[in-house]
């Protein structure tokens, strides 16, 4: 009842990339209970998540205070504890400490040049704070290297739809599943990953539409999916090529489709005829008979979607993944009409947003490439300042490469936590520990925190006003509810102030304003108006006029490309990087749980939710647990070429026996000491769903 709380504010939820609209009631300066609203991703629907795990920003591991190293603090490990930081940090004013961040990375840049300090900005800020971070490190260091956790979730999708349709973003809104005849569901779990999305799914299932669900893991959409498809890890290519194989041999593609608005037909149908079923049936684990039917079941529908997750794009082959996507709904005309399209679905809130304001090396905001003069002029004219790099920056795993090679020496980095989520992990905690000058902007002591120099306090979601961006194209309005707990501040607010002390004009008093600024630099935010989105709380882009809601599908009537036509790249099979042996005969692939957030840093400070889910956990086939003569509940070490982790394991018989899936939220089994970093060479993520591993009773 409203009556029982002082205000109700429309917000977006904090946690994935399906951005649902929130109602937070608070009372007494606090929110005490949030209900899901008419947005248009989720029609009033919200997952465990939105609904129960808002009390992390009330949450007594709350920076309130900017913190700066102790002088006789202990060397920087993984070592303080966040309840009690004072052993390794003493509290500063906000003047002292910014001060101090700034200060550190000007005298590197003088001693060393702007391309000793890079920067990792967050896809879980605003869009407004967005832009502004990659502004501050291009303008104010003269570089582009600046990253975000995109490279380490959707990076290898996003190479593959610019290179073939020519926008990185989705082309039908996920709500499309409505209009859809069948609809593929490939390397994602969107029960426990998107779970709002996830009901338009099983809706459609219900209504008859036919969901083809892929993934080495028997993932919850199984129970409604005409057919699952548990291939083979690594095998998603030969998968792939060969239910394309099939569409050409039987030539159920879509020939005036192909003719109209595509390029390079006859080299991929070239290179398909090396992948009969029957010869890849072997590889990829699924019967050339099941493949068929697939192939003829999508190819003839009259709409049909394809979504996917980071069991596509978290491989060294994540971007010939997505090219086989790309290429599979373009030869079936499964583009551009209602009920069809391509939709990676993205991982944080607002991980497209964060991509679209040009948080990349490689992009300035809406992906503008940086190696464009005329594009880097238009920036500086608008920025008023000097020219920067026409370089493309290094991503987040090379500057980690590039601290231990001695020319990286400071960071700045805005809510990532890359001492969890790097593959690798040691290699990268090493690396933070050798900076000679890190600045922490977040609102917990993460532990990346741990190995800063300077932490400043920052705001959680409902405690700001700004933009973000969901997986559907959504530009939606957050707004603040609460106040921040003590000092903490918002975060444009800390980067102006940073800014100001690097020396860059900058006078930014309102988000609205930085808004406006990135209006100048974004067609694709045409027609949307700060003023909009405060009436209206979302406008999809691209909005065609004042009055479009925005269009929920897009490439009608040709691409971004030349001569408006995609393009069909044909993808070979590539191993992945690392086979089992005798010594790790068995395949680690990591990811999610519905009730945790990535790290962990914010879900596992959720009462409810770390009630539901308080122990970290890795998943088994029941077969392999008793041939370890294990009872569900034994602690299993797991090891891997990179280190060992030792974790509690649960029987489940989604998991095939040669696998041990490995949620990344738990900092005491840290899923990223085992994973392997080498990397897609176009995309440049990292292999995180597949790494050879040992496990043996701990
Ligand atoms: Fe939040 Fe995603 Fe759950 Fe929606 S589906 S409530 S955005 S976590």
Redesign the pocket.
């Known amino acids: 009842d409203s009556a029982d709380y002082d205000s109700e504010v429309e917000s977006?939820?904090?946690?994935?990339?399906?951005?649902?609209q929130?109602s937070l009631k608070v009372k007494d300066g606090a929110i005490r209970y949030v209900e899901?609203i008419n947005g248009p991703?989720?029609e009033g629907?919200?997952?465990?998540?939105?609904?129960f795990?808002f009390d992390y920003i009330h949450h007594p591991h709350r920076l309130t205070k900017p913190l700066i190293r102790r002088a006789d603090a202990p060397p920087k490990g993984l070592n303080v504890d966040p309840a009690n930081p004072f052993t390794h940090f003493r509290e500063a004013s906000w003047e002292e400490a910014l001060d101090a961040a700034a200060g550190g990375l000007a005298r590197l840049k003088a001693a060393h040049g702007g391309r000793s300090v890079a920067g990792f900005g967050s896809a879980k800020c605003t869009n407004e704070e967005a832009y502004l971070f990659q502004k501050l490190i291009r303008q104010g260091f003269g570089h582009n290297n600046v990253d975000h956790c995109t490279r380490l979730c959707h990076a290898s999708s996003v190479a593959a739809l610019l290179e073939n349709v020519g926008s990185g973003a989705v082309t039908a809104t996920f709500n499309e599943i409505e209009h859809a005849d069948v609809a593929i569901a490939i390397g994602c779990n969107p029960v426990e990953n998107?779970?709002?999305?996830a009901t338009y799914f099983k809706q459609f299932a219900k209504r008859g539409g036919k969901l083809i669900v892929m993934d080495p893991r028997g993932v919850g959409l199984r129970r409604h999916a005409c057919h699952m498809l548990q291939f083979r890890p690594g095998a998603d290519v030969a998968m792939l090529n060969a239910i394309m194989h099939v569409i050409v041999e039987e030539g159920l593609y879509d020939q005036q489709y192909i003719e109209a608005f595509t390029e390079n037909w006859e080299a991929e149908k070239a290179h398909l005829a090396n992948f009969a079923p029957e010869k890849m049936a072997e590889v990829c684990g699924i019967e050339a008979e099941v493949l068929r039917d697939v192939a003829r079941t999508f190819a003839t529908a009259k709409a049909g979607m394809i979504f996917w997750g980071m069991g596509v794009s978290q491989h060294i082959h994540g971007t010939d993944n997505s090219r086989c996507l790309i290429s599979l709904a373009l030869m079936c005309g499964h583009v551009g009409r209602p009920g069809t399209g391509l939709h990676p679905l993205r991982g944080q809130?607002n991980v497209q947003g964060a991509s679209d304001a040009g948080l990349i090396p490689m992009f300035l905001p809406d992906y503008q490439t940086v190696t464009d003069d005329g594009v880097r002029s238009a920036f500086t004219e608008i920025w008023q300042s000097g020219d920067f790099s026409s370089e493309k920056g290094l991503t987040v795993t090379e500057i980690m490469d590039d601290i231990h090679a001695g020319n990286t020496r400071g960071m700045y980095i805005l809510g990532e936590n890359p001492a969890m989520s790097d593959p690798d992990v040691e290699h990268a905690r090493d690396a933070l520990a050798k900076l000679e000058h890190l600045v922490v902007q977040d609102i917990f002591l993460t532990e990346t925190a741990n190995y800063a120099d300077v932490i400043l306090p920052a705001s959680a979601f409902a405690e700001k006003t700004g933009t973000v961006t969901?997986t559907n194209r959504q530009v939606q309005m957050g707004r603040p509810a609460v106040a921040p707990p003590g000092e903490a501040r918002e975060d444009w607010w800390i980067e102006v102030e940073l800014a100001k002390r690097l020396g860059l004009p900058w006078a930014y008093t309102h988000p609205r304003e930085i808004f406006a600024e990135m209006k100048l630099t974004m067609r694709s935010l045409a027609n949307i108006t700060w003023e909009r989105l405060e009436a209206q709380n979302a406008v999809t882009y691209p909005s065609l006029s004042p009055e479009d809601p925005g269009q929920a599908i897009v490439f009608g009537d040709g691409f971004p490309r030349p001569e408006g036509r995609a393009r069909f790249t044909p993808a070979a099979v590539i191993a992945p990087d690392e086979a089992p042996d005798a010594e790790y005969p068995m395949i680690l692939t990591t990811g999610r749980q519905l009730e945790h957030?990535h790290t962990g840093s914010m879900t596992r400070r959720s009462k409810v939710l770390d009630a539901v889910e308080p122990e970290a956990n890795c998943s088994l086939h029941p077969k392999t647990l008793r041939r370890m003569g294990l009872a569900p509940g034994a602690m299993v070490r797991l090891t891997t070429r990179r280190g060992s982790v030792e974790v509690m394991a649960r029987a489940d018989r989604a998991v095939a026996e040669d696998m041990v899936f490995l949620p990344f939220a738990y900092v005491e089994a840290a899923a990223n000491i085992l994973t392997n970093p080498a990397l897609d060479p176009f995309g440049k993520i990292p292999e995180f769903k597949f790494a050879a591993v040992r496990v043996e009773p701990a």
Do not use: D, M, Y
């Not at 629907?45 to 609904?51: A, D, E, F, I, P």
């Not at 998107?194 to 999305?197: D, K, N, Q």
């Open positions: 977006v939820c904090p946690f994935c990339g399906v951005g649902c929130v899901g991703a989720n629907r919200l997952c465990v998540k939105g609904r795990g998107h779970p709002v999305a809130n969901n957030w």
